[in-house]
């Protein structure tokens, strides 16, 4: 007997479609399927990834691969139907595993959500425009760790998409702003004298051994509100961002500015600027880190604006985000003016050749 799952899956005995004929494909999909019989133990589960090219019709689709944990999440479900009301087709596909930093996810495939065997994915749904990786606070990871594994993702993506753009996303702080980053301690890894080449010290900024952690880059003092800690983790992105174009020469590497972006829209609440908003926090945080549906609106437009490279402003319905037209108009033209205005993302910065 053989039983198989799709997508993520992993069939068992009594678990999976049973098998009894040819399996027939009419899209791309990834099976693992697993033979039985009474009496003898389970075969290994086999893998296989099955890509189906179509002709799109002359439509445009765009596809993306979006790597990292719950805050990864934020625009699952919020993304695509963004995309669509703007009229850009968008094939949504994420591995995340809540809590994970980057590094884990690359060590636990077939595990978390989505497509989780991340490998085969990238065969089958190739090619894809956008692979979105999502560094987390929190962990003690590295500058050099982080460049290594969310290199990893965008080599093995890159195989059979060659033309793939790699976008880093970065989170916000949660409302205590009490981990490293958001107090502007930055991990490096390495040592001082990898840096000192490559490193150029802001103001208040200084070197110190971290052990284990290797390199440690402090600013002092530290930040005393909300939107400075968003400051710091704009400097760990920027590193990264150096690193990661450091190892990939003429590549360049997309920031997804979403804690900036919250950042610019709860001072334009803070100033009476969106009609009807008033308590950034108890609008837009669901728990101390997790968005409510405003925030994961506006979440999406900032993401819609650095993959597409246009504002979303005047395309994009309020969908399910609670919010009125001319609130949703006003979140519309703030995540704009951050992709366009910031110097880190820069609007569809798809790969120069």
Same mark, same amino acid.
């Not at 085969?120 to 929190?138: N, R, V, W």
């Not at 003690?140 to 753009?165: I, T, W």
């Not at 205590?176 to 502007?184: L, N, V």
């Not at 409510?292 to 005047?314: D, M, N």
């Given at each position: ?23 027939? #494909? ?44 719950? #805050? ?5 479900? !919020? #993304? ?17 595993? %809540? ?16 497509? *989780? ?19 987390? +606070? ?34 916000? %702080? ?20 990898? !840096? ?15 052990? !284990? ?46 804690? %900036?972006?919250? +950042? ?35 979440? *999406? ?34 995540? !704009? ?6 110097? *880190? ?9």
């Amino acid at each position: 007997m053989i039983r198989i799952a799709r997508g993520g899956g992993t069939p068992t005995r009594s678990q999976g479609e049973l098998i009894t004929g040819p399996i027939r #494909l009419e899209k791309s999909e990834i099976l693992a399927a697993v033979a039985y019989a009474d009496g003898l133990a389970c075969s290994p589960v086999v893998v296989g990834a099955y890509r189906i090219c179509r002709d799109e019709g002359g439509t445009r689709l765009t596809r993306t691969f979006h790597i990292g944990n719950s #805050l990864t999440d934020t625009v699952d479900g !919020w #993304l695509k139907p963004v995309a669509e009301s703007a009229g850009h087709p968008l094939d949504f596909h994420r591995f995340t595993i %809540p809590g994970a930093p980057t590094d884990w996810l690359w060590s636990h495939p077939a595990s978390g959500f989505g497509d *989780s065997r991340y490998a085969e994915a990238f065969f089958a749904f190739a090619p894809f425009d956008a692979i979105i990786t999502q560094p987390f +606070a929190g962990h003690g990871r590295s500058v050099e760790n982080e460049a290594e594994y969310s290199g990893k993702f965008f080599e093995l993506c890159r195989k059979d998409s060659p033309q793939v753009q790699l976008w880093l996303y970065q989170q916000w %702080p949660d409302r205590t702003f009490d981990e490293g980053w958001s107090k502007g301690v930055i991990s490096l890894g390495g040592k001082l004298g990898e !840096w000192q080449n490559k490193l150029k010290l802001r103001p208040g900024e200084s070197l110190a051994d971290g052990g !284990w952690q290797g390199l440690i880059l402090k600013r002092e003092p530290a930040p005393k509100t909300w939107e400075e800690a968003v400051s710091c983790h704009t400097r760990y992105f920027e590193l990264l961002r150096e690193e990661l174009e450091r190892r990939y020469p003429g590549r360049r590497i997309g920031i997804i500015p979403a804690g %900036p972006g919250l +950042a610019a829209l709860k001072s334009s609440i803070d100033h009476g600027q969106v009609m009807g908003l008033g308590d950034f926090f108890k609008e837009f945080f669901a728990d101390g880190i997790h968005l409510t549906s405003k925030g994961r609106y506006f979440v *999406s437009l900032v993401h819609f604006g650095c993959l597409f490279g246009e504002s979303p402003e005047g395309k994009v319905s309020p969908l399910h985000s609670g919010l009125t037209e001319e609130q949703a108009a006003a979140f519309q033209r703030t995540a !704009w003016k951050v992709v366009e205005n910031g110097p *880190s993302a820069g609007p569809g910065q798809r790969e120069l050749h």
